[in-house]
């Protein structure tokens, strides 16, 4: 495919047996176009068997396309270029659906109808499927709650870097990338493989912005035209992006769209086979059905299926059920106060979290770095999901709050919020929080989702409110269960620990990095849930 500035991009095509014409569904992505996002796709090939016209493309300056790699924003132009091309491709009926994750998802999001396409075919897809995706890249692409992403992070900014040195012939770097990624060393030496390998990157690009400042960060628009174009959008309980899922939903709202949405109980890689059918039924309601010249130059009548209302569903992440999306509450579901004797950090059964405003005590954690409490799970852990944790609970430098347990059954559907007083010995604080269910026989104790919060400077002394949130859920706990909140001060590696010196500056833990001693004041505290989507 030609841009007009005279780049070509490279693209794969399947097209489907028998004679068209077909609706064409594109993906561009930054991987290579043989992979196809088979990590979490079926194989374009199945798509083309039911009848579309399937193209991947590999985005300027990634694969075997011309020119240079610039990240997002190269991609609302050569966006639109693809879009028109397509329609216009031999066996095509004129119609174009996207698709893709992550990069894929935005990549598709951000597509232009600018002036230059004026009297040209619609570069604006029909529909499309965006899924695990946010267009704030500060608060869905690179940190949360005031710091950034260490492993997520680095570990994306090498996937790149070693692309980028695959095409310029750096055997030796690519080596030296992958291995260090093969044998965990990259959590401690990634800035320098980026500073050596990537230096103009994306990935280490956002780790040199201050992540507690908006200013500098892009926050992606999209024009309101392909906001109430139809559209699925795909999340995940335990992927980094559903924050910005849950912001594309309340976009396509504000723009008199309800999009439909599915929210799995899925990790950014893992959707067990989740989404290809339930894509495929939304492209043939959105795509199929028109002739050859019902839909020829984009933008025209859409099959009579479209008008189907939306089907908006959440997957419970413990039983694996699937439920409608009820009315969003006009108030938050449940909340819980913090209490404990000061013993809430050395028995991690001593801790309460009551559903009445009866808390109350002060607890003392010590955050040593040479060990910080580990991430595990969630949604930025090495390993996320649900997890076990019981282990960690034990440990002396995280504090636990526990129901006693339930009475009846207790379905958890929103976004947890905590209010806290703390304060730091030293010029920076960290908390990192954790929901559990305790389960019926005591010893297991599996994660449900986590959150976290960074302040740095002298602020982090004085003992203020601090407010920390924790990422959406939807869970349903049995009689006999109890729920858990456990607070600690580092999460590592998904967090780079506070240097505790007031800078707030990411890296692994080093000789320069303090003991930071951080008290928890507990009266008036409270645990809530917001709901999930606002109200429609």
């Known amino acids: 495919m030609r841009c ?28 290579g176009r043989a992979i196809a996002s088979t990590v979490t796709y079926a194989h374009p090939c199945w798509y083309a068997s039911h009848g579309f016209l ?64 004026e009297g040209l075919d619609d570069p604006l897809p029909d529909c499309l499927a965006p899924a695990m995706c946010g267009l704030d890249e500060r608060l869905h692409w690179a940190s949360e709650g005031g710091a950034h992403w260490w492993s997520q992070g680095v570990g994306w900014g090498l996937q790149l ?124 309601r959105h795509l199929q059905g028109c002739g050859a010249d019902g839909g020829a130059g984009g933008g025209g009548s859409a099959p009579t299926e479209a008008i189907t209302p939306p089907r908006r569903q959440l997957q419970c992440g413990s039983n694996g059920d699937w439920r409608d999306v009820a009315p969003p509450p006009a108030q938050a579901l449940q909340g819980w106060s913090l209490g404990s004797n000061g013993l809430a950090a050395i028995r991690s059964d001593e801790g309460r979290l009551e559903a009445e405003e009866r808390g109350g005590g002060t607890v003392t954690l010590v955050h040593d770095p040479w060990r910080p ?41 929103g976004r947890p919020e905590l209010g806290i007083v703390a304060a730091a010995d030293q010029p920076g604080l960290d908390l990192a929080a954790a929901m559990s269910v305790v389960r019926a026989d005591g010893r297991r104790v599996h994660q449900l989702c986590t959150g976290f919060q ?19 859920l939807d869970v349903s706990l049995e009689p006999g269960e109890r729920l858990r909140l456990s607070l600690a001060a580092a999460a590592w590696p998904a967090f780079a620990p506070n240097p505790g010196n007031g800078s707030g500056a990411s890296g692994p833990p080093g000789p320069d990095h303090r003991v930071i001693s951080v008290t928890l004041k507990l009266e008036g505290s409270r645990l809530w849930l917001n709901p999930l989507l606002g109200a429609n």
């Open 4 to 31: 007009p500035d005279g780049i070509h991009l490279a693209s794969r095509l399947w097209r489907p047996d028998g004679e068209g014409p077909w609706p064409v569904l594109l993906m561009r992505q930054p991987y």
């Open 54 to 117: 399937v193209v991947v493309q590999d985005v300027r300056g990634c694969g075997d396309s011309e020119g240079d790699f610039g990240g997002f924003v190269q991609e609302g132009s050569d966006g639109a270029t693809a879009v028109r091309w397509a329609r216009r491709l031999e066996g095509s009926n004129g119609r174009v659906g996207c698709y893709g994750f992550s990069y894929q998802g935005l990549s598709q999001l951000l597509i232009a109808k600018d002036a230059a396409g």
């Open 161 to 284: 870097a070693a692309e980028r040195c695959r095409r310029r012939g750096d055997a030796e770097g690519w080596r030296q990338i992958r291995s260090q990624l093969g044998d965990g060393s990259w959590l401690r030496n990634g800035l320098a493989l980026l500073e050596r390998y990537d230096p103009d990157g994306m990935g280490i690009g956002w780790l040199r912005q201050d992540p507690a400042d908006p200013r500098g960060w892009r926050c992606h628009q999209v024009s309101a035209e392909l906001l109430r174009r139809p559209m699925l959008l795909i999340g995940g309980w335990h992927d980094p992006q559903l924050r910005g899922v849950l912001d594309l939903e309340a976009r396509t709202r504000a723009a008199g769209n309800l999009a439909e949405l599915h929210i799995g109980a899925w990790t950014h890689l893992n959707w067990q086979g989740g989404v290809d059918e339930l894509q495929l039924a939304f492209f043939h």
């Open 373 to 413: 409490v580990p991430s595990r799970g969630g949604h930025l852990g090495p390993d996320p999901g649900l997890v076990e944790r019981s282990d960690l609970d034990r440990r002396g430098d995280v504090a636990c709050f526990t129901t006693a347990p339930l009475a009846a059954p207790l379905r958890l559907v």
């Open 454 to 472: 960074r302040i740095c400077g002298d602020d982090a002394r004085q003992p203020l409110l601090r407010t920390l949130d924790l990422q959406p």
